[in-house]
């Protein structure tokens, strides 16, 4: 099959990655791609959001099966409009993927579905906003309805940061349209862990857990990012929770969307909340998480693609996955500034030395070659990704990499694994 990856970050290098070695995969392109993914698939200059552009290039270039990485293609209709041309991609739909589009369809969704979720209410004119906020007080979380590349929620602890959330969205306009309306929600405390499922129509297979480290800094201090870490499994979904998650949250939302008209297919990825009273749904999204998706990849021993192909037909008992009984970690080397501004350009050394440790993978997201040396091109550059028979080792052997890294304008957490560890 002739294969196009779509997406730039550490989880399209993954996938590329893994497509690569499968016995399916004849050519192997890649939209935009960066320099790490470069070296195993053709990258071809097309923004993941400019749909018209991705498709004609999968016509142009005979591409069998498409892969759609992010989620901005997917809200917009990328899958749609392949499905139309008659060439067969893994994700949902533009109306399905409005599960992870719009808070507020998501948040009916699950009250329809009787998915455990925080209580929420929505809001498009700020003065009302403000008046729920009088009456409820906090702490509370405010979302931007729409897409707002992980950036669109803001936890508030008092009243006056709730106010101040609100005319940042709703007034300022810091997220365009995405914040015409918002949604209030209930403050949720607990441990947090994702999973994930392959989904087609009325049928879901579970794929795995992960917990992600969004804060910027140690200690989950600092601004929230896409993610600064993962690792996989998260040790608080044991096989007794995943069969509860897969029975009170994932097939509840799959029947409901297909009972809608808008039957999902692709991976769906619940966030979820481990309250004192059981796991809450804080959000869902369309595609696998990033990098959550490094140390999956990493664990997975099967064919992702024979998977990935099996569950855009719909063939879903052809699925069948096994994985490595090892845990991978991945940790994430950002440019210094990042989630704000950061500078593009400065070189980065040492990778040879870093991908020589065993059981170590280096993932790239922001990366380009300028003048055939590797340089840093964006917030999120690097995942260095370690599979270990623990999630200590392979904290150590992901560490032990990135020291080798020469890349003085990077930065990363040194905390990676915490929580799992704190476990033992
Ligand atoms: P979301 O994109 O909706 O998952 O929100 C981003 C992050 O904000 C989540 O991963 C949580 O850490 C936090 N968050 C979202 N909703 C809530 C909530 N209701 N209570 C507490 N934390 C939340
Ligand atoms: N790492 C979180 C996400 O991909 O949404």
Known sequence: MNVLVVGSGGREHALCWAARRSPLCGRLLCAPGNAGI?????????????????????????????????????VAGLI????????????PTARAAEIEGSKSFMKELCERCGVPTAAYARFDEPEQAKAFIRRHGAPVVVKAD?????????????ENEAYAAIDHIMIEGAFGDAGAQVVIEDFLIGEEASFFALVHGDRAVPLASAQDHKAAFDGDQGPNTGGMGAYSPAPIITGAVAEEIMAKVIMPIVR??????????GVLYAGLMFTHDGPKVLEFNARFGDPEC??????LKSDL?????????GRM????????????????????GYPGHYARGSAIGGLVEASSVPGVTIFHAGTKLDEGKLVADGGRVLGVAARAPSVPRAQELAYSAVDRIAWPEGFCRRDIGWRAIGRM
């Not at 552009?53 to 901005?72: Q, T, Y």
């Not at 069948?320 to 994430?332: E, F, K, M």
């Open 80 to 91: 749609d409009r392949l499905n139309d041309a008659g060439i067969l991609a893994f994700g």
């Open 294 to 299: 490094q140390p999956l990849i990493l664990r």
């Open 317 to 336: 008992d052809d699925i069948d996955l096994q994985w490595h009984p090892d845990p991978a970690l991945v940790v994430v080397m950002a440019t210094h």
């Open 38 to 74: 470069g070296e195993v698939a053709a990258c071809v200059a097309i923004d993941a959001a400019d749909v018209s552009a991705l498709v004609d290039l999968a016509r142009r270039e005979s591409v069998d099966f498409v892969i759609v990485g992010p989620e901005v293609p997917l």
């Open 146 to 158: 729409g897409l707002a590349s992980g950036k669109g929620v803001i936890l508030c602890h008092n």
């Open 256 to 265: 409901g969307l297909a009972e809608d008209g808008r039957p999902y297919s």
């Open 305 to 313: 693609l024979t998977a990935l192909v099996a569950c855009a037909e």
